[in-house]
Nanobody, 121 residues
Framework: QVQLVESGGGLVQPGGSLRLSCSAS????????MGWYRQAPGKQRELVAL???????SYTDSVKGRFTISSDNAKGTVDLQMHSLKPEDTAVYFC???????????????WGQGTQVTVSS
């Protein structure tokens, strides 16, 4: 139903910036929202930022003011611009898409393969 391909990530020093990009392809249905989650070693996967198909963003408290999520519905892309990175931002970051067969249908989650972000000096 939905395939997600991520790019970006890597190693950056504390205070640095990185940009993650994700491209979604689908054969049918609607993507109602896209977002980014992350999972650090030994921790649960957590929501970082989400944006709806009406371009309404939301962020977890720890990244507010530092990360910006943006999307392009026509292209099926979502980006995460990360500034002022901290060691605690180190994690595998996963692109997520919430897909529906129709407006009234339930949503299903689809995931990218994950990309490593390491913040270290």
């Amino acid at each position: 139903q939905v395939q997600l391909v991520e790019s970006g990530g890597g190693l950056v020093q504390p205070g640095g910036s990185l940009r993650l990009s994700c491209s979604a392809s689908r054969s049918s249905g609607i993507i109602s929202a896209m977002g980014w989650y992350r999972q650090a070693p030994g921790k649960q996967r957590e929501l970082v930022a989400l944006i709806t198909n009406r371009y309404m963003p939301s962020y977890t408290d720890s990244v507010k003011g530092r990360f910006t999520i943006s999307s392009d519905n026509a292209k099926g892309t979502v980006d995460l611009q990360m500034h002022s990175l901290k060691p605690e931002d180190t994690a595998v970051y996963f692109c997520n898409a919430q897909w529906k067969q129709s407006l009234s249908a339930r949503a299903f989650n689809f995931w990218g393969q994950g990309t490593q972000v390491t913040v270290s000096s």
